[in-house]
């Protein structure tokens, strides 16, 4: 199976709380990272987490690790038409020299 | 602060041709790594590139794909003898250590005729 899993599509209404869900095997993983990828362009940084910490909260993101599950997930508070976009979970581990591992991304639509 | 830079945004090329990309890291960045997206699929790491030195090339095929990092000059993708299965979207990235977060470029489109 893949290393790093998402669920392919998520749909919320606009000014409702959205939370993408990611797992991922590798217990060496140091950083965990989301990427936001709008139509056509490239990945933007949204935000990432070491491995030693729990949580991690900026603005309207909300980033929560549970390392002994392996389950990482991003929360987007007050979602907007403009979040609608693929996000994607990405891990470094130990030793890969800073190979990022992929999830296959979860398309997340906003409806109005 | 200019982003990362790739050239071209798209690309076409009829199968046997070479295709070169070019990417240019951000300011201050000496660490570029290259991945590429197949279509309705995450990124695929190939290569992690310094100046004038691969570091970790286990994520490029075998055959007919090189990457180089010159001193001078942006980094460059190149695939000859193009066939189909090469259409994806080729993304750079770039950071300035090892401990930094990549930012990625907006991507070369290329397709194979």
């Known amino acids: 199976g893949e290393d790093v899993e998402q669920s392919l599509f998520l749909s919320v209404r606009e000014g409702d709380s959205s939370v993408i869900n990611c797992t991922y095997t590798d217990s060496s993983s140091t950083y965990l990272y989301w990427y936001k990828q709008e139509p056509g362009a490239g990945l933007q940084l949204l935000t990432y987490?070491?491995?030693?910490?729990d949580m991690k909260q900026d603005q309207r993101l909300t980033v929560l690790l549970n390392k002994k599950d392996k389950h990482l997930s991003l929360r987007i508070a007050d979602t907007q038409t403009g979040d609608s976009a693929i996000y994607f979970c990405?891990?470094?581990?130990?030793?890969?020299?800073?190979?990022?591992?992929f999830g296959s991304g979860t398309q997340l639509t906003v409806l109005p | 602060n200019a982003g990362v830079m790739q050239n071209p945004r798209h690309l076409v090329r009829r199968r046997g041709q070479e295709a070169r990309l070019r990417c240019s890291p951000m300011k201050g960045h000496s660490h570029v790594y290259w991945y590429r997206q197949l279509p309705e699929e995450g990124l695929k790491f190939m290569v992690y590139l310094q100046k004038e030195n691969i570091i970790d090339e286990s994520g490029m095929p075998k055959e007919r794909f090189s990457a180089e990092f010159p001193k001078e000059g942006p980094s460059i993708l190149r695939i000859q003898q193009v066939v189909r299965g090469d259409s994806a979207a080729y993304f750079c990235?770039?950071?300035?250590?090892?401990?930094?977060?990549?930012?990625f470029g907006n991507g070369t489109r290329l397709t194979v005729t």
């Open positions: 990235a770039s950071s300035p250590d090892l401990n930094s977060p990549l930012h």
């Open positions: 990405a891990e470094t581990r130990s030793g890969s020299a800073r190979q990022l591992t």
């Open positions: 987490i070491f491995s030693n910490m």
